[in-house]
């Protein structure tokens, strides 16, 4: 889990990545997004907020732990 300077665990999105969710959404206009998939933490559930609701698709948690780490992208992948 990422920490700001002082001490904050799991911090929310900054300005700049605001912004960059703008830029994701370009990018991916036409990539034909069915789902979004999302960890429990703040950036990545508001980032897959943002981009499932402009899309109109499914926003889908998948926890990630230190104990499944190393398999989260195979969880991933057999969730598409």
Known sequence: VEALKDGTQDPPLSENGKAQIE????????????AVFTTQFKRTKDTGQSVAGHFKVPLIPVEISGQNIAAYPKMLADRI
Do not use: H, T
Not at 23 to 34: D, Q
């Open 23 to 34: 830029e994701l959404i370009k990018a991916v206009e036409n990539a034909g997004i069915s």
